[in-house]
């Protein structure tokens, strides 16, 4: 192979997982796993502009999240407040651009409202941070059927078109972390031939440095897609 034909990533999906378990083994409240998974997810975009990624999304609720105590859904919410609040303009700095998977609009409405005004505010970057919220995979694609149908043909391409990642590079790597291996209804249509990573590492544990190795990882993947 010619080093320029090293595959490259552009768009990496994470489903950001272990936060309980992180906390967990330091005797500590769930509440503060979540909290060190923000940080971790900061640090990674942060390191961004050092990558070939040009899109990275994150999963960070999922549409059975809502089966959890109502007060660790309330943590979850408020960190997500605190986060868009004090990050938002480093965002807009640093030329990310803010894209939403899922059914966010059925959050409560001053997210809602936080998120529309984020969404516009970094209109106008070039590297693209997606985050699943309120997110579950067969419900898109239920949805985006439903769409195509309405509109005429339903086929593969037609269904594509309406799901939440239409605008979004096709889907190069997943990773999750804790050690599970399952897709917990994430980007299901979207992993037809994405390659995928289970690493052990919980996510509060995860840095730019791991995110590099599974890059160079992937780098050394053959990917065929039924060809030979
Ligand atoms: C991931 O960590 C965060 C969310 C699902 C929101 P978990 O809270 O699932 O952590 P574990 O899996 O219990 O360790
Ligand atoms: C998947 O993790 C959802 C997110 C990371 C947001 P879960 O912890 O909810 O998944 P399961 O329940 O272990 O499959
Ligand atoms: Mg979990």
New binding site residues.
């Given amino acids: 192979m010619q080093p320029d034909e090293t595959p490259r990533a552009r768009h990496v999906a994470i489903i950001?997982?272990?936060?309980?378990?992180?906390a967990?083994r330091r005797h500590l409240p769930?509440a503060i796993?979540?909290q060190r998974?923000v940080e971790a997810v900061r640090e990674l975009v942060r390191s961004l502009n050092e990558t070939s990624i040009e899109c990275l999304t994150l999963?960070?609720?999922?549409s059975e999240?809502w089966k959890r105590p109502e007060d660790?859904v309330g943590d979850?919410m408020n960190l997500m407040r605190k986060f868009v609040k004090s990050d938002l303009p480093e965002f807009i700095a640093n030329g990310v651009k803010l894209h939403i998977l899922g059914n966010w609009r059925g959050l409560a409405p001053d997210i809602v409202e936080m998120l529309e005004d984020a969404l516009e505010r970094t209109a106008g970057g070039s590297r693209t941070l997606a985050v699943a919220l309120n997110y579950g995979s067969q419900q898109e694609i239920a949805r985006a059927a439903a769409k195509a149908a309405a509109e005429g043909e339903v086929t593969t391409d037609t269904i594509a078109a309406h799901l939440d990642t239409a605008e979004l590079p096709p889907l190069d790597l997943l990773i999750r972390t804790?050690g599970?291996v399952r897709l917990s209804n994430f980007l299901l249509w979207q992993s037809a031939y994405a390659e995928m990573m289970f690493v052990d590492t919980?996510?509060p544990d995860f840095t730019p440095g791991h995110l590099k190795q599974a890059l160079e990882d992937f780098s050394g993947r053959e990917r065929r897609y039924g060809g030979r």
Avoid: I
């Fill in positions: 950001m997982d272990g936060n309980g378990r992180w967990k769930r796993g979540h998974g999963y960070a609720f999922s999240n660790e979850l804790s599970e919980l996510w």
